[in-house]
């Protein structure tokens, strides 16, 4: 906040060209493009709320998403009511039963999780589709919903330049291992701790 | 992804029981309301991307949102793009000059994060906004562009009902000491080492 003196202006520019050559380096070295794979996991709080804010940028760019929903069910939220405003470009499709707690049954458990993957290939199929979005699929494979080799077998095949954004905790290996980016979200301080309940546009 | 016994299911079913019993005592012990700070802190990727999947969200419960960005400058993105389907919910201040390496000029970086805070603090004080995004403020307060106690005793001081998130790398103890919800991106795969180029729709 203190004044600047010539001396340190020139440092810092100096300083900054030499790192704007590294940056531009780094920048050139890096020409292939391609579709990613993309996996947020981890304990923390934000891995289906990056992959919202990600969609948000691909339909700035007019992109059509496809989002599958492997646990929440039909509920109204945010994000989903958000998203009336693009249902040129966005298809949704909520198609769990909800929490394994509030379902309590196995059976239609598995059963809604391969309902749900039925849908992921189908979108992933589709070539007008560059941006899918499997939500809390890696839940469903935690919990060996779902046939864990065929699933990454499928991600794995997908088209070169489709997009894939797999969220939930507990990533397998072999998921991450076919996964191009993968960040796991910790879990620093949380406010549910304090006794603070979910909020309406905070956590729906 | 084989069948299930009548004893399985018994056992799954009462396992659930117990579980949603101790889920539901957990959510009735939380019972405060009050506005957020959060911190997406960390070197991962998706700290922004989170924020601006948090964004959508509020905007789907047709709350106001400002948004002041401290490093990116007025360029085109995908998410920038996007919020033109909502000019009637959101508030967008691209106010930094670019990158540290881009401007090469420490005077000119002060003084443009000087001008980034009071907008954030004019958007704080209007009582129509309930969610305000800080993007990269971290990365002004790493450099000491900004006092940080005047801005960690602004942020403290926020109404009660209104929600601030802070983006970047870095955050300083005193921000999150002051923060409620504060996760950490790890860096666990990254597709720019492996070559890959920041594309449209992903990166920007």
């Known amino acids: ?6 001396e340190e202006a020139a440092r810092h520019r100096e300083k900054m060209v030499k790192r704007k050559a590294v940056q531009d380096a780094e920048v050139a070295a890096k020409t292939r493009e391609k579709g990613l794979l993309i996996v947020n996991t981890g304990p923390g709080k934000g891995k289906s709320t990056a992959a919202f804010g990600l969609m948000l940028r ?112 507990n990533a397998k290996p072999e998921m991450v291992a076919a996964a191009d980016l993968v960040t796991e979200a910790g879990l620093v301080k949380h406010h549910f701790a304090a006794g603070v309940k979910a909020q309406e546009g905070i956590e729906f």
Chains 1, 2 share one sequence.
């Open 1 to 6: 906040m203190t004044a600047i003196s010539p």
């Open 58 to 169: 691909a339909l700035g760019h007019g992109w059509k998403v496809g989002v599958v929903q492997f646990i929440k069910g039909n509920w109204e939220t945010g994000e989903r009511r958000a998203m009336e405003r693009f249902s040129d470009l966005v298809e949704w499709h909520a198609m769990g039963e909800g929490f394994t707690w509030e379902t309590q049954d196995k059976a239609r458990d598995i059963a809604a999780a391969s309902r749900a993957w039925d849908k992921a290939k189908e979108l992933m199929a589709r070539d007008d589709v560059r941006l899918v979005i499997l939500d809390e699929l890696n839940i469903a494979l935690r919990y060996d919903y779902l046939p864990l080799d065929a699933v990454v077998a499928t991600l794995t095949a997908r088209r070169s330049d489709l997009h894939v954004v797999v969220t939930g905790r």
